[in-house]
């Protein structure tokens, strides 16, 4: 038996091994293949504007660069998870991609150029990107799918919730397919005969000792497991070892960012926030304009809101609500059809213009560009009573766009939610920062991260089907 196991797992790793070198070969390959597209953009328009250098070895460097910032900027925003992500999202991830690579390789150009160089073979160069990143991504993620089938998963779970996320996966049916549920609590021999008989196994709100005890036999079995994280899970994950003694330590300090890590990100924060002004004054007047042939009404709408440390402050946002909406309680969140919101509000909540004047809070120092939302009262006090460990996402700064801004939706749970934010605070760096206000432009092409909390009694019912389907096949057996 421990043969046959160990066949399987070699076949599993090698497997993993042949899919991890294709998808870095399929990046390189197109990467280089947009450097190329660059050479001769560069050679046929702006060749002559260069120092003689240029003309011999010298543009190899200037193409080595490029190819290195392309590397860089796909990486960044997710652009080579070829069959990992959805088609649409890889798409969108290169495009967001390509047109920081272009703009930055325009800017290089000039300043070797010592003037401003003509743009319009930039923007034909950026529409060609356009169209082989399309037909890479499609025949990349095609290619994907013909060589991996979905894996045959079981889900073994503690509290009735999170059989939510079987829902989320099932909407990903060419990459994963949960066949079977399972409580925790019917025994660890029922538990690995039935981990036996699927490829991987996910735990989700498993208790910790049951918890260890599935995960130490899948990882010395090989089996591939997928883990959600509990909140002590994050917090060591973040926490840096210490080697002092010939006995391993892990240091949790539980202070948020460093001194130097707060004054890097304040920094950011002011010079992001004033160069974002200019666009931010011309999307400021056509904001005005909509709403005041809308409902006439006020352009700013103020809410308290709170930030790190518990702090009050003043929140500002484009008005998208009926003037004096707030006094109306028969609504406690926002749904997909609330009556209170403006058609105008509907454009702008779409495409979160609504945020855009929180960059005045930035330079006033109540906010950052990126970290947890910043809730109100109400939310908070929900959040205290159902969390105990809610209160630690005030480590830091809110702002307007963060980790669960990005990956979650509005109705994504304040549990899930608040793992979110902690991953963000225990992994910070200035890097995830950009590839957060990166990933920010692709959430704006996604409907469902506008998703409203009106879907929690669907996915109750849904759930309790799926409970009792389960039950019913247990009976049978």
């Not at 038996?1 to 993993?16: H, V």
């Not at 999202?89 to 401003?116: E, G, H, K, P, T």
């Not at 994963?176 to 029922?190: A, F, K, Q, W």
Request: proline residues 2%.
């Amino acid at each position: 038996m421990y043969l046959g196991i160990s066949e399987l797992n070699y076949t599993n790793q090698r497997n993993d091994d042949i899919k991890s070198i294709v998808r870095r070969a399929e990046g390189l390959a197109e990467t280089g293949l947009l450097s190329v597209i660059y050479y001769f953009i560069w050679r046929i328009w702006y060749r002559l504007d260069f120092a003689p250098s240029y003309y011999g070895r010298g543009k190899y460097i200037l193409i080595f660069i490029y190819l290195l910032m392309a590397l860089l900027a796909f990486h960044l925003c997710e652009g080579y998870q070829f069959g990992h992500l959805k088609l649409f999202d890889v798409i969108s991830s290169q495009f967001i991609s390509i047109c920081m690579l272009n703009f930055m390789a325009y800017l290089q150009i000039c300043l070797i150029a010592n003037r401003m160089a003509i743009v319009y073979p930039m923007l034909f160069l950026t529409v060609i990107d356009f169209g082989v990143a399309i037909g890479c991504c499609w025949c990349f993620t095609a290619l994907y799918h013909s060589r991996y089938v979905p894996h045959n998963m079981i889900l073994i779970y503690g509290n009735d919730n999170a059989i939510d996320l079987k829902f989320k996966m099932d909407l990903r049916e060419d990459k994963y397919t949960i066949t079977e549920i399972m409580r925790y609590d019917v025994g660890h021999e029922e538990i690995v005969k039935r981990i036996g008989m699927h490829d991987s196994v996910i735990l989700n709100d498993v208790p910790a000792v049951i918890r260890n005890d599935i995960l130490k036999y899948c990882y010395h079995n090989e089996i591939r497991t997928y883990v959600v994280p509990k909140i002590t899970d994050i917090i060591i994950k973040g926490a840096p070892n210490i080697s002092l003694f010939d006995t391993p330590l892990i240091l949790v300090k539980g202070r948020g960012l460093s001194a130097e890590q707060r004054v890097i990100k304040r920094a950011m924060d002011i010079i992001l926030s004033l160069l974002a002004l200019i666009p931010a004054s011309i999307i400021t007047v056509v904001v005005w304009v909509a709403i005041k042939m809308d409902d006439g009404g006020s352009i700013f709408y103020t809410q308290e809101r709170y930030t790190k440390g518990g702090e009050k402050f003043k929140m500002y946002k484009f008005r998208s609500m009926r003037v004096h909406s707030e006094d109306d309680e028969t609504f406690d969140a926002a749904v997909e059809d609330d009556p209170r919101i403006t058609k105008v509000g509907k454009v702008i909540r779409r495409i979160r213009v609504d945020e855009v004047p929180q960059i005045l809070n930035v330079l006033k120092g109540d906010l950052s560009i990126v970290g947890p939302r910043a809730e109100n009262e109400r939310s908070i006090e929900a959040g205290l009573t159902s969390i105990k460990e809610y209160s630690d996402r005030f480590k830091v700064k809110a702002g307007i766009t963060g980790y669960a801004q990005v990956y979650g939706k509005y109705n994504t749970s304040a549990y899930d939610k608040l793992r979110m934010d902690l991953m963000y605070i225990e992994n910070y760096s200035l890097l995830l920062d950009f590839k957060l206000l990166l990933m920010t432009i692709r959430t704006l092409f996604h409907s469902d991260s506008t998703e409203g909390f009106d879907k929690a009694e669907e996915l109750k019912e849904k759930r309790q089907k799926v409970i009792a389907g389960s039950k019913q096949m247990e009976e049978k057996e």
